[in-house]
Protein backbone atom coordinates (compact mmCIF):
# COMPACT_ATOMS: atom_id res chain seq x y z
CA UNK A 1 0.00 0.00 0.00
CA UNK A 2 1.18 3.75 -0.44
CA UNK A 3 3.08 5.34 2.60
CA UNK A 4 3.43 9.09 3.32
CA UNK A 5 5.01 11.09 0.37
CA UNK A 6 6.08 14.24 -0.07
CA UNK A 7 7.19 16.57 -3.08
CA UNK A 8 9.26 18.29 -3.78
CA UNK A 9 11.88 15.88 -2.77
CA UNK A 10 14.47 18.78 -3.26
CA UNK A 11 13.58 22.34 -3.36
CA UNK A 12 16.39 24.75 -3.60
CA UNK A 13 15.17 28.73 -3.22
CA UNK A 14 16.54 32.34 -3.26
CA UNK A 15 16.06 34.10 0.53
CA UNK A 16 13.08 35.74 0.68
CA UNK A 17 11.06 33.86 -1.48
CA UNK A 18 8.15 31.81 -0.43
CA UNK A 19 7.97 28.06 -0.84
CA UNK A 20 5.16 25.19 -0.46
CA UNK A 21 6.24 21.38 0.99
CA UNK A 22 3.28 18.95 0.26
CA UNK A 23 2.71 16.03 2.66
CA UNK A 24 0.32 13.47 1.41
CA UNK A 25 -0.47 10.93 4.65
CA UNK A 26 -1.46 7.51 4.52
CA UNK A 27 -5.34 6.91 3.68
CA UNK A 28 -7.24 6.84 7.33
CA UNK A 29 -4.79 8.60 9.36
CA UNK A 30 -6.35 10.81 11.38
CA UNK A 31 -3.21 12.13 13.01
CA UNK A 32 -0.25 14.37 11.03
CA UNK A 33 2.72 15.89 12.60
CA UNK A 34 5.93 18.29 10.22
CA UNK A 35 9.37 18.54 11.61
CA UNK A 36 12.50 19.41 10.34
CA UNK A 37 15.98 17.68 10.91
CA UNK A 38 18.52 20.59 10.29
CA UNK A 39 21.90 19.52 9.13
CA UNK A 40 23.42 17.02 12.41
CA UNK A 41 20.42 17.60 14.26
CA UNK A 42 17.36 15.62 16.17
CA UNK A 43 14.01 15.62 14.83
CA UNK A 44 12.09 19.51 15.67
CA UNK A 45 8.86 18.98 16.26
CA UNK A 46 7.02 21.82 14.45
CA UNK A 47 2.93 21.03 14.31
CA UNK A 48 0.53 18.49 14.44
CA UNK A 49 -2.85 17.93 13.27
CA UNK A 50 -5.78 15.54 14.54
CA UNK A 51 -8.41 15.55 11.26
CA UNK A 52 -7.89 19.35 9.99
CA UNK A 53 -7.27 20.85 13.46
CA UNK A 54 -3.94 21.58 14.73
CA UNK A 55 -4.26 21.63 18.64
CA UNK A 56 -0.44 22.10 19.07
CA UNK A 57 1.92 24.87 17.13
CA UNK A 58 4.12 24.87 19.87
CA UNK A 59 6.95 23.97 17.30
CA UNK A 60 6.58 26.48 14.58
CA UNK A 61 9.91 28.98 14.90
CA UNK A 62 8.48 32.07 13.79
CA UNK A 63 5.37 33.19 12.39
CA UNK A 64 6.96 33.04 9.01
CA UNK A 65 5.65 29.18 9.26
CA UNK A 66 2.37 28.18 8.41
CA UNK A 67 0.62 25.00 7.73
CA UNK A 68 -2.83 23.41 6.98
CA UNK A 69 -4.92 20.52 6.92
CA UNK A 70 -8.10 20.12 4.05
CA UNK A 71 -10.54 16.95 3.97
CA UNK A 72 -8.56 15.64 6.67
CA UNK A 73 -6.14 14.18 4.34
CA UNK A 74 -3.38 16.46 2.22
CA UNK A 75 -0.95 19.11 4.36
CA UNK A 76 0.64 21.83 3.26
CA UNK A 77 3.22 23.98 5.34
CA UNK A 78 4.26 27.15 3.97
CA UNK A 79 7.64 29.30 4.78
CA UNK A 80 7.29 33.19 3.69
CA UNK A 81 10.19 35.20 3.12
CA UNK A 82 12.78 32.33 3.51
CA UNK A 83 15.83 32.38 5.44
CA UNK A 84 19.05 30.40 5.27
CA UNK A 85 18.46 28.58 8.35
CA UNK A 86 15.30 27.90 6.96
CA UNK A 87 17.62 24.98 5.54
CA UNK A 88 16.45 21.49 6.64
CA UNK A 89 15.23 18.51 5.49
CA UNK A 90 11.47 18.79 6.32
CA UNK A 91 9.46 15.68 7.08
CA UNK A 92 5.94 14.40 7.42
CA UNK A 93 4.41 11.93 9.61
CA UNK A 94 1.11 10.26 9.79
CA UNK A 95 -0.47 7.75 12.61
CA UNK A 96 -4.09 6.71 13.40
CA UNK A 97 -4.45 8.74 16.10
CA UNK A 98 -2.45 11.26 18.10
CA UNK A 99 -2.39 8.81 21.52
CA UNK A 100 1.59 8.37 22.04
CA UNK A 101 1.38 4.54 21.87
CA UNK A 102 0.90 5.09 17.58
CA UNK A 103 3.84 4.74 16.17
CA UNK A 104 4.07 7.21 13.21
CA UNK A 105 5.00 6.60 9.88
CA UNK A 106 7.01 9.08 7.73
CA UNK A 107 7.63 10.38 4.31
CA UNK A 108 11.36 10.55 2.77
CA UNK A 109 11.17 14.77 3.82
CA UNK A 110 11.51 17.51 1.39
CA UNK A 111 15.12 18.99 1.43
CA UNK A 112 14.98 22.53 1.39
CA UNK A 113 18.18 24.58 0.72
CA UNK A 114 17.62 28.55 0.78
CA UNK A 115 21.00 30.38 -0.95
CA UNK B 1 15.68 21.88 27.95
CA UNK B 2 15.72 18.45 26.09
CA UNK B 3 13.46 16.57 27.56
CA UNK B 4 14.71 13.01 25.34
CA UNK B 5 18.63 13.25 25.17
CA UNK B 6 20.88 10.38 23.57
CA UNK B 7 24.13 11.42 24.87
CA UNK B 8 26.24 9.18 22.41
CA UNK B 9 26.57 10.56 18.89
CA UNK B 10 27.94 8.01 17.70
CA UNK B 11 28.46 4.05 18.21
CA UNK B 12 30.70 1.31 16.52
CA UNK B 13 30.35 -2.48 17.28
CA UNK B 14 31.56 -5.45 15.33
CA UNK B 15 29.22 -7.88 13.46
CA UNK B 16 27.76 -10.49 15.42
CA UNK B 17 28.28 -8.43 18.93
CA UNK B 18 26.08 -6.43 21.03
CA UNK B 19 25.06 -2.74 20.26
CA UNK B 20 23.46 -1.00 23.23
CA UNK B 21 21.59 2.20 22.34
CA UNK B 22 20.61 5.09 25.49
CA UNK B 23 18.25 7.18 25.95
CA UNK B 24 17.31 9.29 28.93
CA UNK B 25 14.16 11.38 29.53
CA UNK B 26 13.35 13.88 32.06
CA UNK B 27 9.26 14.43 32.06
CA UNK B 28 7.97 12.14 34.30
CA UNK B 29 4.87 12.41 32.25
CA UNK B 30 6.30 10.43 29.40
CA UNK B 31 4.93 6.44 29.56
CA UNK B 32 5.39 4.99 26.06
CA UNK B 33 8.55 4.89 24.36
CA UNK B 34 9.56 4.45 21.01
CA UNK B 35 12.65 3.59 18.78
CA UNK B 36 13.02 4.68 15.36
CA UNK B 37 15.82 3.68 12.72
CA UNK B 38 16.22 6.17 9.93
CA UNK B 39 18.54 5.38 6.57
CA UNK B 40 20.23 8.20 4.74
CA UNK B 41 17.99 10.00 2.40
CA UNK B 42 15.18 8.39 4.17
CA UNK B 43 12.25 9.22 6.40
CA UNK B 44 12.28 7.49 9.92
CA UNK B 45 11.21 3.98 10.45
CA UNK B 46 9.22 2.66 13.60
CA UNK B 47 11.40 -0.28 15.30
CA UNK B 48 10.31 -0.97 18.62
CA UNK B 49 7.69 0.80 21.63
CA UNK B 50 7.65 -0.04 25.10
CA UNK B 51 5.18 0.92 27.69
CA UNK B 52 5.78 2.58 31.23
CA UNK B 53 3.92 -0.54 32.95
CA UNK B 54 6.80 -3.02 31.47
CA UNK B 55 10.27 -2.94 31.70
CA UNK B 56 11.33 -5.02 28.79
CA UNK B 57 9.95 -5.24 25.29
CA UNK B 58 11.30 -7.63 22.58
CA UNK B 59 11.02 -8.81 18.94
CA UNK B 60 13.24 -10.84 17.21
CA UNK B 61 17.01 -9.60 17.70
CA UNK B 62 15.80 -6.31 19.39
CA UNK B 63 14.98 -5.64 23.01
CA UNK B 64 13.96 -2.52 24.61
CA UNK B 65 14.35 -2.26 28.62
CA UNK B 66 12.93 0.42 30.63
CA UNK B 67 14.42 1.70 34.28
CA UNK B 68 11.39 4.24 35.24
CA UNK B 69 13.14 5.22 38.32
CA UNK B 70 16.17 6.15 36.52
CA UNK B 71 13.76 7.22 33.49
CA UNK B 72 16.82 5.85 31.63
CA UNK B 73 15.92 3.57 28.64
CA UNK B 74 18.48 1.52 25.99
CA UNK B 75 17.92 -0.61 23.09
CA UNK B 76 19.85 -3.87 22.53
CA UNK B 77 20.34 -5.06 18.88
CA UNK B 78 22.46 -8.80 19.33
CA UNK B 79 23.86 -10.07 16.90
CA UNK B 80 24.65 -6.41 15.25
CA UNK B 81 24.71 -6.94 11.44
CA UNK B 82 25.85 -4.32 8.93
CA UNK B 83 22.64 -3.49 7.81
CA UNK B 84 21.74 -2.32 11.01
CA UNK B 85 24.33 0.83 10.19
CA UNK B 86 21.61 3.75 10.60
CA UNK B 87 21.00 6.50 12.84
CA UNK B 88 18.69 5.26 15.46
CA UNK B 89 15.85 7.87 17.29
CA UNK B 90 14.68 7.56 20.74
CA UNK B 91 10.76 8.89 21.26
CA UNK B 92 8.51 9.88 24.27
CA UNK B 93 5.07 10.21 24.33
CA UNK B 94 2.24 10.51 26.87
CA UNK B 95 0.24 7.43 25.94
CA UNK B 96 -3.47 8.59 26.27
CA UNK B 97 -5.86 9.82 23.79
CA UNK B 98 -5.10 12.72 22.13
CA UNK B 99 -2.30 13.30 23.24
CA UNK B 100 -0.20 14.86 21.01
CA UNK B 101 3.63 14.79 19.59
CA UNK B 102 6.14 12.56 20.50
CA UNK B 103 9.42 14.03 21.65
CA UNK B 104 12.15 12.99 19.83
CA UNK B 105 16.29 12.74 21.02
CA UNK B 106 18.85 14.20 18.68
CA UNK B 107 19.90 10.32 17.40
CA UNK B 108 22.65 7.57 17.64
CA UNK B 109 24.62 6.93 14.50
CA UNK B 110 25.22 2.83 14.71
CA UNK B 111 27.92 1.53 12.33
CA UNK B 112 28.49 -2.23 12.47
CA UNK B 113 31.36 -3.27 10.62
CA UNK B 114 31.92 -6.37 9.21
Known amino acids: GAGVSQSPSNKVTEKGKDVELRCDPISGHTALYWYRQSLGQGLEFLIYFQGNSAPDKSGLPSDRFSAERTGGSVSTLTIQRTQQEDSAVYLC?????????????FGPGTRLTVT | DQQVKQNSPSLSVQEGRISILNCDYT??????FLWYKKYPAEGPTFLISISSIKDKNEDGRFTVFLNKSAKHLSLHIVPSQPGDSAVYFC?????????????FGDGTTLTVKP
Open chain 1, 93 to 105: ASSLGTAGIHEQY
Open chain 2, 91 to 103: AASVGGTNAGKST
Open chain 2, 27 to 32: NSMFDY
